[in-house]
């Protein structure tokens, strides 16, 4: 298995993650059994990084991953932890903590859920602007020098706040939406993760689903969307399946195979929930991706995409506007 490399960053993560968040949270719910074998053939095959929440099904995914890794050296798994998603008794979100009196608490609950003495990555699910990242830090880091914690990680952050909290705590990982439709990071945050020496974790690379050929032969049957922009659609998604057949692979092979050319100091994380699903995923390790297959991919989906303001792709109904 290679591993991430990033410039002054010595942390050991595979070049790929598991996203554990679907057996947890789905609108069908998964087969424990089959998600915990998944799980152990992640760890056998040499994914070592293992991506939860503490708001993922209530806590229900870190007790998951606990009860998987327990027969496991626990040097085998590095288990990625984000805190504060507020859930409502309905298990949906409504906001999020990131007090710095609260970390130590949501903290203390992982670990007892996870069954581990500590844990390898540890961040924000998102942070409060009401309060300064140099707060949120502090008992992080605290909690680093006391051993709880092995490292400091951000999600879903600008430039500015990665770089002000690297000067208070070394980052690690910066966890980010990134994908052909959502190419943003490439402007500001991935050019200062990489001068920083962080590396960055790519969630949603699959482009939540929208691109694929059950996509294409839905516009085809209903071409009457009000608003809809089918001819740049179908031409955006057949571009990646044209690609994809002609490597004989399939789409989402072929996405995850773009983010892992963006670079070394990229992992992208791969929402498996069935050890199928996971053997699928890992054969874009495999694939390769010429100067023109980059050159077609590119020109179907410049590097200012930015699927969040509509720059250059806006989405309505899970169909592209724009």
């Known amino acids: 298995m290679e591993y991430l490399k990033t410039q002054k960053n010595d942390i050991q993560v595979s070049r790929m993650g598991l996203g554990c968040m679907r057996m947890s949270m789905s609108n069908h719910p998964a087969d424990e059994q089959e998600s915990i074998s998944t799980i152990h053939a992640a760890l056998d095959s040499g994914i070592n990084f293992l991506n939860t929440g503490d708001f993922y099904g209530i806590g229900h995914n870190e007790s998951l991953i606990g009860r998987a890794i327990k027969d496991y050296d626990r040097d085998k798994a590095f288990i990625s932890v984000k805190f504060g998603g507020l859930l409502g008794p309905n298990g949906l979100p409504y906001g999020i903590d990131s007090r710095p009196l609260a970390i130590k608490n949501y903290l203390t609950y992982s670990l007892k859920r996870l069954g581990v003495d500590y844990i390898d990555l540890y961040e924000p699910g998102r942070l409060d602007p009401e309060i300064p990242v140099e707060e949120t830090l502090g008992p992080i880091a605290e909690?680093?020098?006391?051993?709880?914690?092995?490292?400091?990680?951000?999600?879903?952050?600008?430039?500015?706040?990665?770089?002000?909290?690297?000067?208070?705590?070394?980052?690690?990982?910066?966890?980010?939406?990134?994908?052909?439709?959502?190419?943003?990071?490439?402007?500001?945050?991935?050019?200062?993760?990489?001068?920083?020496?962080?590396?960055?974790?790519?969630?949603?690379?699959?482009?939540?689903?929208?691109?694929?050929?059950?996509?294409?032969?839905?516009?085809?049957?209903?071409?009457?969307?009000?608003?809809?922009?089918?001819?740049?659609?179908?031409?955006?998604?057949?571009?990646?399946?044209?690609?994809?057949?002609?490597?004989?692979?399939?789409?989402?092979?072929?996405?995850?195979?773009?983010?892992?050319?963006?670079?070394?100091?990229?992992?992208?994380?791969?929402?498996?929930?069935?050890?199928?699903?996971?053997?699928?995923?890992?054969?874009?390790?495999?694939?390769?991706?010429?100067?023109?297959?980059?050159?077609?991919?590119?020109?179907?989906?410049?590097?200012?995409?930015?699927?969040?303001?509509?720059?250059?792709?806006?989405?309505?109904?899970?169909?592209i506007v724009r």
């Open 143 to 319: 909690m680093v020098k006391e051993g709880y914690i092995r490292h400091i990680g951000l999600t879903e952050v600008d430039a500015e706040t990665l770089r002000r909290a690297h000067a208070v705590h070394p980052i690690s990982l910066v966890e980010q939406e990134y994908s052909l439709f959502k190419r943003n990071i490439e402007k500001e945050l991935l050019p200062t993760a990489r001068e920083l020496g962080i590396g960055v974790v790519a969630f949603g690379i699959l482009s939540h689903g929208l691109i694929s050929k059950e996509r294409i032969e839905e516009m085809k049957k209903r071409p009457a969307f009000p608003g809809m922009n089918l001819d740049k659609n179908l031409l955006l998604l057949e571009t990646v399946n044209e690609i994809a057949e002609e490597k004989q692979i399939t789409v989402p092979q072929l996405l995850t195979a773009w983010v892992l050319t963006q670079g070394e100091d990229i992992m992208p994380l791969i929402g498996a929930r069935k050890v199928s699903q996971f053997e699928e995923s890992m054969k874009a390790l495999d694939v390769k991706l010429n100067e023109i297959d980059l050159e077609r991919i590119n020109k179907a989906f410049p590097a200012d995409t930015n699927g969040d303001d509509g720059h250059v792709f806006k989405f309505k109904n899970g169909l």
